[in-house]
């Protein structure tokens, strides 16, 4: 990649998508390994987000790049010395561990009892290396920015593992936006782990920026940093999940927020680079 790429609305939406896919699977595969009875349908809506979301961002990956025959080139060849290809093969072996997963976690609840816990064993074994993959997703695309020499992005160490605490929450928001998720206390415990994580991880990455974290706390990004971000993205949906988190209302609300300040997140990292 270049060293100083300006990148558009669509590597927005893909650094977004991206990551909502790898937190769906990162939950599902969870709710898979540990959650048994109970946890399944979790599992099965996580993987079945993960797969859609996931085809979706080869689809913004072209839009960008403007002709399909140079997406198409990504997966020529594999050169490990570039974040784009590795990038862009990582992409694909997720997509088809999420599709496999969809596939046996929807196939299982159409056998007889011992075949179906035979299923869910091969599931458990495949739930793993997708699992790590969905990391690598969630956080290559701060590698990207890492490999830039733009102030705010180049040699950041912070922004990888800020995208893939952000990646969790947005799974876990995009699991509780649907109708017939299953109602865990798990699935709160894990999203105000996810949300005290990224929390950390933020003050971290702006910490790292010594001088330069002006541009979010008190220059021109901060309105949509506090805003977006902070308010809406963290403060509010904590609050809401800590203690009004009982009731479809307030759990939906809180999704839509986490999601709001998870895209804000990305977008702003973003701009305060191409600035």
């Given at each position: ?210 001088a330069g974290a002006a541009v979010f706390l008190t220059g021109s990004l901060a309105p949509l940093f506090w805003g977006a971000v902070v308010a809406a993205g963290i403060a509010l949906p904590f609050l809401v999940q800590a203690f009004f988190w009982r009731g479809r209302g307030p759990a939906l609300a809180a999704a839509v927020l986490v999601l709001v300040g998870g895209f804000a997140l990305r977008y702003l990292v973003l701009l305060s680079g191409q600035a």
């Amino acid at each position: 990649m270049g060293k100083n790429p300006a990148w558009s609305w669509y590597i927005v939406w893909y650094f977004f998508v991206g990551g909502m896919a790898a937190g769906a699977y990162f939950l599902a595969a969870l709710a898979d390994l540990f959650g048994r009875e109970r946890g399944r349908s979790v599992a099965r809506i996580g993987y079945g987000l993960a797969v859609p979301l996931a085809a979706l961002c080869p689809v913004l990956l072209t839009l960008d790049l403007g002709m399909p025959v140079r997406t198409f080139y990504m997966f020529r060849l594999f050169k490990p010395g570039s974040p784009m290809s590795v990038g862009s093969w990582a992409l694909l072996g997720f997509g088809l561990f999420a599709l496999v997963s969809l596939a046996l976690v929807l196939a299982e609840g159409r056998m007889e009892p011992a075949r179906a816990l035979a299923l869910g064993r091969i599931r458990q074994v495949v739930a793993i290396p997708g699992m790590l993959l969905g990391f690598f997703i969630a956080s290559y695309t701060g590698v990207l920015l890492g490999a830039t020499n733009r102030p705010v992005w180049g040699g950041n160490a912070w922004i990888g593992p800020l995208f893939i605490a952000s990646a969790a929450s947005t799974g876990i928001a995009a699991i509780a936006l649907w109708p017939a998720r299953a109602r865990l206390p798990v699935l709160r415990r894990l999203d105000l782990m996810a949300t005290g994580l990224e929390v950390l991880l933020l003050v971290l990455f702006l910490q790292s920026l010594g001088a330069g974290a002006a541009v979010f706390l008190t220059g021109s990004l901060a309105p949509l940093f506090w805003g977006a971000v902070v308010a809406a993205g963290i403060a509010l949906p904590f609050l809401v999940q800590a203690f009004f988190w009982r009731g479809r209302g307030p759990a939906l609300a809180a999704a839509v927020l986490v999601l709001v300040g998870g895209f804000a997140l990305r977008y702003l990292v973003l701009l305060s680079g191409q600035a």
